[in-house]
């Protein structure tokens, strides 16, 4: 009998031992990075601007995991794209997380941080998940998993680095210093990891996000500007200024590249690299650039993806078009929770566990993308500039359903008697078109808008836009040339507008009901409650006459 027993009892803990273990999970989600590096540079061909990038560790994750080439976010403005992307939902669906200034999470949706969390794993954060909003990184439970006592300079990487050469510091011995922080915290978030226990760690660097120092790119990376001539997008203007200053931003891309190579040796020094999901990308493009950050365009909208795991075959480049509130139902299914019924995202969990490249999921065929309020003060009577798109393999279709409207904000003051400076530009976002970031490329095309070689160029960037936009992506990969009205391309047109608007009344889109009024009335638009010291509670009035101070 004893013998049976011991038979018995080994089989059963045989049994659970041979059970999987659930993956770690780590996710580096970095603000305001887009489709950046040196390995969507190999995709792309010759001549384009990434050419110039070097991102060895986003390289590597790639090459020995998943590339995706189509890559998408919800809203491209941070808190609306990470509202969905926590929940596993289309931006429209997360209530007053749907906007940026005068967010409010209120808990009614679940999380899929807080979910792995009551299931057993260890979870932790460094810096930015949820924000600007109430409460302030809510869906990752607060600050009560923040682990940041080591430091936070990383998030002003060029700014603190030309800070501590200009100190005496070695160029290589200030950039260590600032990783050594980002390295001192994941190690204290692994030191309080109970034994045995997965964990999901997020890491959201803010380094990206303007702004950053000018002339870093070159001064810190070694990227010449002057590399860039020829391989811009003909969105932006091909001249001086604009390409340092998205040199500059390259730069921090190449910061966040060297943050992920810290995370891949810490996962090697103590055995867990294979055992644990890395995903890397960003939470939409580039800021206080034509067609990127606050708009439907690929290079707002587009982000880069990679997923290494060890349960996935590497070295595979996925063409399925997805969104990035897909990565809530897959972290959830390999943690081995059940996956909420009403999310409307779709796991990538059988994409990891394929062998196949290209197109691995036919019915992969489309993304949807919107947004309705970034800064509240962008327009006159606090209103919003409400857009949906859907994105297919050869076509992109935006409805801008108030055309009226200024798309990137009113214009304040550029035609009156106290226009804003040069300095106004580049450094104060809301002294005019506010939802597009200050900066060098955004004061250099408004200064040159009277310029007739460059006032087309202002016109798309900052123009008021049709109710539709039809573009031919097989043809005009910028998306630079508007078919709405071709004759030739009706039938796409109409065929897209129905897709897209079935999807956004099969899943309540709030913008499809008595036209839009949730988000035209407060709190959803209108002032928010007080001023801050972004100049939050400054009416547009305010704006037109004075500017922010």
Not at 402 to 412: F, V
Request: with cysteine.
């Amino acid at each position: 009998m004893r013998y049976f027993l011991f038979l018995f009892v080994c089989g059963v803990a045989s049994a659970f031992s041979a059970e999987p273990r659930r993956p770690n999970i780590l996710f580096a989600f970095a603000d305001d990075w887009g489709r950046h590096a040196s390995a969507y540079a190999k995709l792309d061909g010759p001549g384009s601007a990434n050419d110039v990038l070097r991102t060895p560790n986003f390289d590597r994750i790639a090459a020995e995991g998943v590339l995706f080439r189509r890559a998408f976010v919800s809203a491209p403005s941070c808190t609306p794209c990470r509202s969905a992307l926590l929940t596993g939902r289309h931006f429209w669906q997360t209530g007053r997380g749907a906007i940026l200034r005068g967010a409010v999470w209120d808990g009614s949706l679940p999380a899929y941080p807080l979910m792995l969390q009551e299931a057993g794993y260890h979870i932790g954060k460094m810096y930015k998940v949820w924000g600007p909003g109430t409460p302030a990184n809510a869906p990752y439970g607060g600050q009560k998993f923040a682990y940041e006592k080591a430091g936070s300079r990383f998030n002003s990487f060029s700014g603190n680095v030309t800070k501590l050469v200009a100190s005496g510091t070695a160029l290589d011995a200030a950039k260590a210093e600032l990783l050594g922080e980002v390295g001192a915290n994941f190690d204290a978030f692994l030191a309080a990891r109970p034994a045995d226990a997965p964990f999901c760690f997020w890491f959201g660097p803010t380094n990206s996000h303007r702004k950053w120092q000018r002339g870093s790119g070159k001064a810190l990376w070694g990227i010449n500007p002057d590399d860039l001539k020829g391989k811009l997008p003909p969105f932006l203007p091909d001249v001086p200024e604009v390409r340092e200053d998205l040199a500059d931003y390259f730069g921090e891309a190449m910061a966040l590249d060297a943050a992920l190579g810290v995370f891949l040796q810490k996962l090697a020094a103590i055995g867990e690299l294979d055992n644990t999901i890395i995903v890397v990308s960003g939470d939409h493009g580039a800021p206080g650039f034509p067609h990127g950050k606050c708009n439907l365009y690929d290079f707002g909208a587009g982000v880069g993806l990679a997923i290494r795991w060890g349960g996935a075959k590497g070295g595979r480049v996925v063409d399925d078009l997805v969104s990035l509130p897909d990565l809530a139902p897959t972290f959830l299914e390999l943690g081995g929770v059940k996956v909420p019924a009403d999310m409307s995202a779709h796991s990538l969990v059988n994409i990891l566990r394929s062998e196949k490249s290209g197109i691995v999921e036919p019915t992969r065929d489309a993304v949807f993308i919107g947004r309705e309020r970034h800064v509240e003060n962008a327009r006159d009577g606090w209103l919003p500039y409400p857009q949906r798109a859907i994105r297919t393999r050869d076509h992109a279709l935006i409805i801008n359903f108030h055309p009226e409207r200024w798309p990137l904000g009113e214009p304040y003051r550029l035609d009156s008697a106290n226009p804003p400076t040069v300095k106004e530009l580049t450094e104060q976002t809301r002294t005019t078109i506010p939802d597009d970031d200050a900066g060098p490329t955004k004061a250099w095309l408004i200064t040159q808008r009277a310029d007739p070689q460059w006032q087309a160029a202002y016109e798309r960037a900052y123009g008021k836009r049709p109710r539709i936009e039809l573009y031919d992506l097989t043809r005009d990969p910028h998306q630079m040339r508007n078919l709405a009205e071709d004759p030739a391309h009706a039938e796409t047109r109409t065929a897209l507008e129905k897709r897209l608007l079935d999807e956004l009344r099969r899943t309540g889109d709030p913008r499809m009901v008595d036209d839009g009024k949730f988000f035209e009335t407060p709190p959803m638009a209108g002032p928010l409650a007080g001023p801050d010291k972004e100049g939050g509670g400054v009416s547009p009035e305010a704006l037109r006459r004075d500017g922010v101070k």
